[in-house]
Every structure is written in C-alpha cells, then in structure tokens.
C-alpha cells in the first residue's frame, strides 16, 4: 500500500485541500467584511494563517519519505505513517469545510 507515489498523491491531496480552503476562506471573508459582520474564529484562523498549513503536508511527505527508505525500519510503522497521512487529509477537509461554513451557522438574524 504504501509507495513513493501513493505517498505523493496524498501530500498533493492535502495541499489541494488547504487551496481551496484558503481561496474559499477569502471569498467568506470578502463577503463578510462588506456586511460589517465580524468573522467567527475558525474562518478567521484560515484568513489570517491558512498558508501556515502547507507546513503540514510538507512535514508529513519529509518524513514518509525518510522512513520508506530506511530498511530497518518494519512495513507495519511503515504503513502506518502512509494512514496517518491519510487521516492527516481528512482532518484538514474537516477543518476546512467547518471553517468556510461556519460564518454562515453563526449570522446574527435581526428584524430591524
């Protein structure tokens, strides 16, 4: 399971997420700065540091790769670090789709 090249799909995934999570975040943004409504945290996190997560798939790819070519080291770790990359990736989707939702969960609704 765990290849050079499925590894790299998933870093590639991963940093596709973030994209679209900080462009998405900029348009929230956008939007809500011309209604004058402040920007709940999750998305003002991904505003502000967003680009701070490419670290992330950075750090992870350095060290699935480092492992992968150490023969001492047992495929089960191995494959382990491929799956934790793939949680990595869902966590971040996660985050990011909760992030660019979540001014719209917290309008303030007023009659006036």
């Known amino acids: 399971m ?8 998933v ?3 991963q940093i596709g997420v973030i ?3 900080v462009l998405a975040a900029g348009l929230v943004f956008k939007a809500w700065t011309a209604m004058n409504a ?14 701070l997560g ?8 350095f060290l699935a790769l480092l492992l992968r070519g150490r023969p001492e080291v047992s495929d089960d770790l191995k494959n382990l670090v491929f799956w934790l990359g793939v949680l990595v990736l869902l966590v971040l989707g996660f985050f990011v789709v909760y992030a660019d939702v979540s001014p719209w969960l917290t309008i303030m609704w007023r009659l006036a």
Request: hydrophobic residues 65%; glycine residues 6%; positive net charge.
């Open 2 to 9: 765990f290849s050079t090249k499925n590894a790299v799909l």
């Open 54 to 61: 490419f670290a992330i798939p950075l750090v992870w790819i």
């Open 11 to 13: 870093a590639i995934m």
């Open 38 to 51: 402040p920007l709940p945290l999750p998305a003002a996190i991904l505003v502000n540091y967003g680009v």
């Open 19 to 21: 994209v679209a999570g």
